[in-house]
């Protein structure tokens, strides 16, 4: 497995049907900065909202996976996921020109051949793991469907599938190293049965729908009427049903070829925790909601371990600051009282460190609970703000001539009061990359190695004019 972070040197495009829109939609993989992420932008809508794969915006699994952010949806994630996951890329920013990834032949070949065309670049940043130490259950009594991740030095799925088909039988897949994926599995298409695909299509369900991206299993005999309806409806004379029940619309590469892409799928979905796991992965029946349910449950392990740990930025009190509050004053419009960052620590391409001083000089201290003072919650967050502006005014060469205005705020959490004598020390890190003035940012503050207060905001640099010092 990788040791480096990785994205990809180009973009790459590829265009196609979109399974059940119909729509036809063009997916263009770019580049992406360290720590970015995957993160989906639909090019078709006014602003071209962002949409990150993380399995907390699944909005539906029925026939796909679909993440949903503020009334805006991508669907048919799975597939392109999958492709990330089998060439281990971490930051991908994957512009799409509809609201459905397209289908191709059903598989993730198309997908990883376009993202190893575009070439694959190591990023001069660890890749962080999520190294499994327990054992982690999902079961849906329901449905059949278990699924088990247990620890171990590599990351390995097995999938176990039985629809109590006869034509399809028990068939069973394994990936040992992620490195077989592109010959193992990428090319493995999803499937249906014919009573499936008759539903599916007498309830317009797939408008996108062809014979080339689907193996069509049929499990009992097939009617001549429905015969001629299935070449009515997709142009072809030459129908009719193979031996092994096979609809003869494609050839079948594996005997297990079902079973191998439902494991093609619990890659997809599992690259909505956010980060690369370390476990071996068993699933008996897997689907889209199974795989989701069980995602969600490895992210959470992932936030209450990193409640646990000190994730405070560490600094020096000797250490000379990288901005000084003169140099702070240069480049932020804000004046005391109201300028509430002292120092910034560090600062990169993708996160900000920085300091302020809580005393009880502090004018807001006067009115606000006089006699037990407790810093204004709203006051922690425009501080986190201007530290985060700093990164954000940092790309413009005269940033003393900008002003940073508030878009939007989400996720506030206040953790513990933060009063007099306090040091606070601010960590933003970009949730994507600055374009066209707009920063979306991911913050933290803390207080003796504490977590105070967290949010995500997103702001936008607005050039003024006069507002030279």
């Given at each position: 497995?990788?040791?480096?972070?990785?994205?990809?040197?180009?973009?790459?495009?590829?265009?196609?049907?979109?399974?059940?829109?119909?729509?036809?939609?063009?997916?263009?993989?770019?580049?992406?900065?360290?720590?970015?992420?995957?993160?989906?932008?639909?090019?078709?809508?006014?602003?071209?909202?962002?949409?990150?794969?993380?399995?907390?915006?699944?909005?539906?699994?029925?026939?796909?996976?679909?993440?949903?952010?503020?009334?805006?949806?991508?669907?048919?994630?799975?597939?392109?996921?999958?492709?990330?996951?089998?060439?281990?890329?971490?930051?991908?920013?994957?512009?799409?020109?509809?609201?459905?990834?397209?289908?191709?032949?059903?598989?993730?070949?198309?997908?990883?051949?376009?993202?190893?065309?575009?070439?694959?670049?190591?990023?001069?940043?660890?890749?962080?793991?999520?190294?499994?130490?327990?054992?982690?259950?999902?079961?849906?009594?329901?449905?059949?469907?278990?699924?088990?991740?247990?620890?171990?030095?590599?990351?390995?799925?097995?999938?176990?599938?039985?629809?109590?088909?006869k034509v399809l039988g028990f068939q069973h897949a394994q990936l040992n190293d992620i490195n077989d994926f592109e010959e193992e599995i990428a090319a493995c298409r999803t499937f249906v049965f014919l009573h499936e695909l008759n539903m599916l299509v007498d309830n317009n369900l797939i408008k996108g729908g062809d014979?080339?991206?689907?193996?069509?299993?049929?499990?009992?005999?097939?009617?001549?009427?429905?015969l001629e309806k299935l070449k009515k409806l997709f142009g072809r004379d030459d129908i009719n049903v193979n031996t092994e029940g096979v609809l003869n619309n494609i050839e079948v590469t594996h005997q297990n070829e079902a079973a191998r892409h439902k494991l093609l799928d619990v890659v997809g979905d599992l690259m909505l925790v956010g980060k690369p796991i370390k476990?071996?992965?068993?699933?008996?029946?897997?689907?889209?909601?199974?795989?989701?349910?069980?995602?969600?449950?490895?992210?959470?392990?992932?936030?209450?371990?990193?409640?646990?740990?000190?994730?405070?930025?560490?600094?020096?009190?000797?250490?000379?600051?990288?901005?000084?509050?003169?140099?702070?004053?240069?480049?932020?419009?804000?004046?005391?009282?109201?300028?509430?960052?002292?120092?910034?620590?560090?600062?990169?391409?993708?996160?900000?460190?920085?300091?302020?001083?809580?005393?009880?000089?502090?004018?807001?201290?006067?009115?606000?609970?006089?006699?037990?003072?407790?810093?204004?919650?709203?006051?922690?967050?425009?501080?986190?703000?201007?530290?985060?502006?700093?990164?954000?005014?940092?790309?413009?060469?005269?940033?003393?001539?900008?002003?940073?205005?508030?878009?939007?705020?989400?996720?506030?959490?206040?953790?513990?009061?933060?009063?007099?004598?306090?040091?606070?020390?601010?960590?933003?890190?970009?949730?994507?990359?600055?374009?066209?003035?707009?920063?979306?940012?991911?913050?933290?503050?803390?207080?003796?190695?504490?977590?105070?207060?967290?949010?995500?905001?997103?702001?936008?640099?607005?050039?003024?004019?006069?507002?030279?010092?």
């Amino acid at each position: 497995m990788a040791d480096k972070q990785q994205t990809i040197r180009s973009r790459a495009s590829l265009t196609g049907v979109g399974l059940h829109s119909g729509e036809t939609v063009t997916v263009t993989f770019c580049p992406a900065p360290i720590n970015h992420g995957i993160i989906f932008k639909r090019t078709d809508l006014e602003g071209q909202p962002l949409i990150p794969a993380d399995v907390d915006l699944v909005s539906d699994t029925a026939r796909g996976t679909t993440l949903s952010l503020n009334g805006v949806k991508i669907s048919t994630v799975e597939h392109a996921l999958a492709a990330a996951g089998g060439l281990q890329i971490d930051n991908l920013l994957i512009e799409v020109s509809g609201v459905e990834i397209p289908i191709l032949d059903g598989s993730a070949q198309f997908f990883l051949k376009a993202i190893k065309e575009a070439g694959i670049e190591v990023q001069e940043a660890d890749r962080e793991y999520y190294e499994l130490k327990t054992n982690v259950f999902y079961n849906d009594p329901s449905r059949n469907v278990e699924i088990i991740a247990v620890p171990s030095e590599d990351y390995k799925v097995k999938v176990m599938i039985d629809f109590n088909s006869k034509v399809l039988g028990f068939q069973h897949a394994q990936l040992n190293d992620i490195n077989d994926f592109e010959e193992e599995i990428a090319a493995c298409r999803t499937f249906v049965f014919l009573h499936e695909l008759n539903m599916l299509v007498d309830n317009n369900l797939i408008k996108g729908g062809d014979l080339s991206n689907a193996i069509v299993y049929v499990d009992r005999p097939l009617q001549n009427s429905e015969l001629e309806k299935l070449k009515k409806l997709f142009g072809r004379d030459d129908i009719n049903v193979n031996t092994e029940g096979v609809l003869n619309n494609i050839e079948v590469t594996h005997q297990n070829e079902a079973a191998r892409h439902k494991l093609l799928d619990v890659v997809g979905d599992l690259m909505l925790v956010g980060k690369p796991i370390k476990a071996h992965i068993i699933a008996t029946r897997p689907g889209h909601a199974a795989n989701i349910e069980f995602a969600k449950k490895i992210k959470q392990l992932i936030k209450l371990e990193k409640s646990k740990r000190n994730d405070s930025p560490a600094y020096d009190i000797f250490q000379n600051p990288l901005y000084t509050i003169n140099d702070i004053q240069r480049i932020l419009p804000h004046r005391q009282p109201f300028l509430l960052i002292d120092k910034i620590m560090e600062m990169s391409e993708t996160h900000v460190v920085g300091l302020k001083n809580v005393t009880m000089n502090e004018e807001f201290f006067k009115g606000h609970f006089p006699g037990n003072p407790i810093m204004p919650g709203v006051l922690i967050i425009e501080a986190m703000a201007q530290c985060g502006g700093i990164l954000a005014l940092n790309t413009v060469p005269d940033p003393e001539n900008y002003i940073t205005y508030f878009m939007k705020i989400d996720n506030v959490k206040f953790k513990q009061k933060v009063i007099p004598g306090d040091t606070l020390v601010f960590k933003l890190e970009l949730i994507s990359p600055i374009r066209r003035g707009i920063c979306h940012m991911r913050g933290a503050a803390y207080v003796n190695n504490k977590v105070v207060t967290e949010a995500e905001m997103m702001a936008q640099i607005v050039k003024e004019k006069g507002l030279s010092n």
